[in-house]
């Protein structure tokens, strides 16, 4: 079994509100609030759930574009949660990011060439030309043609401008790479040829990946695990197939009951939460779910289910002091 190469124990997120005439601290966003997360060698993890919930937070707090409030974040066997910034640049080019808006992501006043040529020079990696003859290269593998280097980004379409944040993210031969929903800007007809962009230079370069993601059929698609993300925790964690076949917990059910089935000789039962997702500033007490779940129980108002195993091989996690008793679809 491959080893992690990622654990996260306890991550806690909590940005401080300021208001009134002096600007004082006034409440707290409880964005994580008590992440644990385990990501093995060369594999895909993915992040669901609704917007809001803290996917991307979790994404950025775990290569320290974010400050931790507490908890650990252990990657290659080194706690990098507290390191200072000058000990954590080593790390910097085993760790990268593809951001959700390709656009927003690259700098319009630069060419392709010194976009792709900036981490070089940041890490100190080869002389002028040699950096030159790597980006071509990074261009190269992600479907671009090396002369594109002299373009500027609006000159590109979506999936075109996308490629090159995959071009960046992977120029520095990473171990690590956070995908920040890298398809939910992109058509429909162009989400498929970055998917499979992905997945092929996952297995060229021996990447390992968290995908985030709000489209449970996308990161199906691409995942090996899935832990599905409710208001700042994780409700549930297993491998995909698991999640799809046999999901225990009553967000879960309800995130799958609304993929779109082609099969229309298929009937499946669609489950309508009521209400909104509450406020990360004031998050209900015990089960984070409760003021949703059609399920809940008196027991759930009051005390916060633990992440537990469910299954014999105690690789299915769930949340839910009633997990596997309720079915919704």
């Given amino acids: 079994m491959p080893e992690a190469i ?9 940005f401080p509100i300021y208001g009134g005439i002096f600007m004082k601290k006034i409440g707290r966003v409880y964005a994580l609030d008590g992440v644990t997360l385990e990501v093995k060698r060369g594999e895909t993890v993915g992040l669901v759930g609704e917007s809001g919930c803290g996917k991307t937070t979790l994404g950025r707090s775990t290569i320290r574009l974010y400050e931790p409030t507490d908890g650990n974040i252990i990657f290659e066997d080194q706690d990098i949660t507290r390191i200072s910034q000058k000990q954590l640049r080593p790390l910097r080019r085993q760790m990268q990011m593809i951001f959700q808006d390709p656009f927003e992501s690259l700098n319009s006043r630069h060419t392709v060439g010194e976009i792709l040529e900036e981490s070089f020079i940041i890490h100190k990696d080869g002389t002028s030309s040699q950096r030159k003859d790597k980006v071509r290269a990074s261009l190269e593998r992600v479907g671009l043609s090396p002369d594109t280097i002299h373009r500027y980004p609006h000159e590109f379409s979506g999936g075109q401008r996308q490629r090159i944040g995959i071009a960046r993210a992977i120029s520095l031969n990473p171990r690590l790479v956070i995908c920040d929903e890298p398809v939910s800007a992109l058509d429909v007809s162009i989400q498929s040829q970055i998917l499979n962009l992905l997945l092929s230079l996952q297995e060229e370069l021996e990447l390992t990946y968290v995908f985030i993601s709000h489209d449970l059929a996308v990161v199906k698609h ?32 309800a995130l799958i ?34 003021t949703r779940c059609p399920a809940a129980r008196n027991i759930c108002t009051k005390e916060v289910p633990l992440l ?17 008793e309720v079915n919704l679809v």
């Fill in 222 to 253: 691409i995942s090996d695990r899935i832990a599905v993300m409710y208001l700042g925790k994780i409700v549930e964690y297993a491998d995909s197939n698991s999640i799809i076949e046999q999901p225990h917990h009553p967000y879960t059910q």
């Fill in 257 to 290: 009951s609304a993929i779109p089935v082609p099969d229309p000789e298929i009937k499946r039962t669609k489950v309508i939460l009521s209400g909104d997702v509450p406020s990360p500033i004031h998050p209900p007490s015990g089960c984070c779910f409760h």
């Fill in 308 to 324: 537990k195993d469910y299954s014999p091989d105690q690789q299915h996690q769930v949340a839910c002091h009633f997990a596997g």
């Fill in 6 to 14: 990622l654990k996260i124990k306890n991550l806690k997120q909590h």
